[in-house]
């Protein structure tokens, strides 16, 4: 039976339902497992893991031919492939950058970090099963210790628990479970789910990394994953797009990285927000599938919805050697009609970059776009005094770990071999999965690295995302680490904030390494030999694909059973690693009057800020042992402090947890107030989960990176922006702030935000925001998950 407060949703639920077109498509909850079938008789398996789930290029060429009718223009790839997965195409809107689609998306891939609140959240829907085509991916809980075999082994011993938790959901809810050890999530979805006109969401920024076989593959975060588990169509903000045209090809010691790490230099961190960013143009020809799925990938650093590249024979020669030609011959008969962009489509801004003079880029310290042609890094580095010994190089990661970058780092190392040198630096090598481990183990790739002091390290994210037990240096030391990773917040790879941060391609980390100076120049400068000659390094040469074919290594996936009713998915109640959620209140229909700050945020405020990661991850299953580290990165503006806040109530100094978890206890709810891009970089839903667990009921702030805004307004947060953005500056850390009038919260209309000042006088600003129908009716409830629940329990009465 349904309480009172859930009885009194179920009318403004409703709307929410038919808002996004969910009550035909629950199937009387009759919910059975679904086969994802063609709508005629070619029947092409998306996956060879999943041969009765099918490819649907039919039934989306009819859905686009629908909305072509409708809108009568050209169109983008990128608009091809969403307006051809519409849920509504006949009725909905269709505007870029104004209007909000409702999309059905092939499927879901979750990494384990983030499948542990996905699937949480899933449970507390209710559903018997997943209603869409998931997996689940454990990459995110490896730390790189000593060595590939001795970390995966210590990694499955101290994550057993929540190992057995994934994989035991997975057999339940017909998700599939890739074991620790199979690889990072971005590239087991390439070797084996992608295709050309996929549309996929993954609970990890860098899903866009599938682009380069494509697809549209979005990040999001759990929340969103699981209303697409459960048949909702998922919502997304029609993007604008931006179109890159390559010419040329690429030659000598320019990679496909120095693309995106050129474009980032360009677009900046913020750039690409609210646009898909669509490659195109002849030299498209000369990158690699794998090539392209790196640039794609790192479009996440420019704050893009995701990136994506035409069908071409690249990509078909990447499926055949992945063992699905037969996509490959189904995608060329759809070439023209959902896999390139319309002749005369328009772009909302296009960029051009030359690939024949494009030089090889490092990117960094510290923030992802501060973009250095090679020739100028040296300069650079000694204006401002950024350190100069390369401690540490780190290759590989789900950007930069495919055959091709493996074997184009080998060809710089089998140059040292000959001459007889080592790397001066310390030098890791991530594969990025079991078969492009195995693959070099075998073709004596992986024996040429370590042959000049690498160390091959598990099959996962690693040093990348934090997993990383660093004992070459003391915290707080500062130092030069470069790497062929996509990110370089501070402390991002190893939680020291000086620590400068540098990524580039796999191709220069490898010979910076031989130097160990981050002022040393393959193209210009030279290095000195075993006998004391000096000699120059030749560009690297690579393979695109292995001439013997993939060795799959050892087989590490967990079909799930063809049903899992039966089985049991227990959480201990005593566990510090999973909990059990409890559903947010929902909004009680008063205006938020004379709400304390808890801090006001200084400068830059990434997802890691937020919610750190590295030691963290281990409690991502864990809402309230994780909200422990809520804020404990972002920069006060009171004191210029991390993780020192005044207590409004007690006027005693704390940590950020601290003081949030006192005005809990005290029911005293809060609010933050932030600067531009808030929430860049990860797809962590924990760092929005985090301050409504703690009491948080808005976040106000300059701007919103995409995913993070959703994440907030999915958990039933005010997410708010200053319609002036000076007007942040009015705001002073001991400030009171009222939210009224949120009983006539629309689409399109402000809320009016009153300033009281420690001193009595009060100043009045307007705030926006991008809040929809629906979306409103998520904040009422309390989250959209309450809202989905009501929703079932309503139509199960």
């Known amino acids: 039976m349904l309480s009172r407060s859930s009885c009194s949703l179920v009318s403004s ?22 086969v994802y079938a063609a709508t005629k008789s070619k029947q092409v398996p998306m996956s060879r893991l999943e041969p009765n789930k099918y490819v649907n290029y039919e039934k989306h060429a009819t859905t686009l031919d629908i909305v072509k009718q409708r809108i009568s223009q050209p169109l983008t790839l990128s608009e091809k492939i969403l307006y051809s997965h519409a849920d509504d195409p006949k009725n909905q809107k269709f505007e870029r950058g104004t209007s909000y689609l409702r999309l059905r998306p092939d499927r879901v891939a979750m990494q384990d970090a983030t499948a542990q609140m996905a699937v949480l959240q899933f449970i507390s829907s209710g559903l018997p099963n997943v209603l869409c085509p998931s997996t689940i991916h454990c990459d995110h809980l490896i730390e790189a210790q000593l060595g590939g075999e001795q970390d995966l082994k210590r990694a499955k011993d101290l994550n057993k628990e929540v190992y057995n938790f994934l994989a035991t959901a997975g ?33 990890d920024s860098h899903t866009p990394n599938g682009g380069g076989l494509g697809g549209l593959c979005i990040g999001v975060g759990g929340a969103d994953a699981v209303d697409v588990m459960a048949n909702m169509p998922w919502e997304l903000k029609c993007p604008k797009v931006i179109g890159v045209r390559l010419t040329g090809q690429l030659n000598g010691w320019t990679s496909p990285k120095d693309v995106i790490l050129k474009l980032a230099g360009i677009l900046t961190v913020k750039g690409g927000t609210g646009a898909i960013i669509e490659y195109f143009g002849p030299g498209v020809q000369s990158i690699s599938c794998t090539g392209m799925a790196t640039i794609c990938n790192m479009g996440a650093e420019i704050g893009a919805t995701t990136s994506v590249f035409p069908y071409n024979v ?7 050697a992945t063992k699905r030609e037969d996509i490959a011959k189904f995608a060329n008969e759809y070439k023209d009609v959902l896999l390139t962009a319309d002749e005369g489509a328009k772009y909302d801004r296009v960029i051009d970059i030359n690939l024949s003079e494009l030089e090889p880029h490092v990117n960094g310290p510290f923030t992802p776009d501060l973009a250095h042609p090679i020739d100028k890094l040296g300069q650079q580095a000694e204006k401002n005094k950024w350190p100069l010994d390369i401690k540490v190089g780190l290759i590989g990661s789900c950007t930069n770990s495919s055959y091709e970058d493996m074997t184009r780092s080998a060809s710089i190392a089998q140059q040292a071999i000959d001459k007889g040198i080592k790397a001066k630096s310390i030098f890791t090598v991530t594969p990025g999965s079991e078969q492009i481990r195995a693959t070099i183990e075998r073709d004596g790739i992986a024996e040429k690295l370590r042959a000049i002091g690498g160390i091959v390290l598990a099959n996962a994210c690693g040093p990348c995302i934090g997993q990383w037990d660093r004992q070459d240096i003391k915290k707080g030391e500062k130092n030069t680490i470069i790497s062929s990773y996509n990110r370089n917040f501070t402390g991002r790879n190893d939680a020291n904030p000086q620590t400068h941060s540098f990524v580039t391609s796999p191709d220069l980390v490898t010979a910076m390494v031989l130097s160990g100076d981050l002022r040393f120049n393959p193209l210009t400068d030279s290095l000195t030999a075993a006998d004391g000659s000096e000699f120059k390094l030749k560009p690297p040469s690579g393979d695109n694909l292995p001439a013997r074919g993939f060795d799959p290594g050892v087989d590490t996936y967990q079909e799930p059973p063809k049903d899992g009713s039966s089985l049991k998915v227990d959480v201990d109640p005593k566990s510090t690693r999973l909990q059990l959620l409890e559903p947010f209140q929902p909004w009680d229909g008063k205006d938020f009057v004379d709400y304390p700050i808890l801090i006001k945020i200084k400068g830059k405020c990434t997802t890691d800020h937020i919610s750190a990661a590295g030691p963290w991850l281990k409690y991502r299953g864990h809402l309230d042992n994780i909200s422990n580290n809520m804020f404990i990165a972002a920069v006060n503006e009171e004191n210029n402090e991390a993780n020192n806040i005044k207590n409004r109530l007690t006027n005693q100094w704390g940590k950020v ?15 933050v107030v932030g600067d531009e891009n808030y929430g860049e970089g990860s797809s962590r839903e924990h760092a929005a989960l985090e301050p409504r667990h703690l009491g948080g009921r ?41 939210l009224v009038d949120l009983n006539k919260l629309a689409p399109n209309k402000s809320v009016e935000c009153r300033i009281k000042h420690a001193d009595g006088k009060i100043e009045t600003i307007k705030l926006n925001h991008t809040f929809n129908e629906p979306q409103i009716e998520w904040f009422k409830a309390g989250s959209a998950l309450n809202a989905m629940r009501t929703y079932f329990a309503s139509k199960k009465q």
């Not at 639920?13 to 679904?34: G, M, N, P, W, Y």
């Not at 947890?657 to 609010?671: C, E, F, G, L, Q």
């Open 698 to 738: 808005a976040i106000i702030v300059k701007s919103f990176a995409r995913i993070h805004e959703t994440n907030l307004k999915k958990q039933g947060l005010l997410a708010l922006t200053f319609d002036n953005p000076s007007d942040y500056d009015k705001i002073k850390p001991d400030d009171k702030l009222s």
């Open 657 to 671: 947890p601290d003081v949030a978890r006192y005005y809990k206890s005290k029911n005293t709810p809060w609010i």
């Open 314 to 320: 690249r990509m078909a020669e990447y499926l055949k």
């Open 171 to 203: 057999a339940k809810y017909d998700i599939g479970f890739w074991k620790p050890g199979s690889g990072i999530i971005h590239q087991i979805i390439l070797e084996n789910y992608a295709f050309p006109g996929l549309l996929l969401i993954g609970t």
């Open 13 to 34: 639920i409703e709307k929410f339902a038919c808002a996004t077109q969910t009550i035909s498509s629950v199937r009387h909850l009759s919910l059975t497992r679904t």
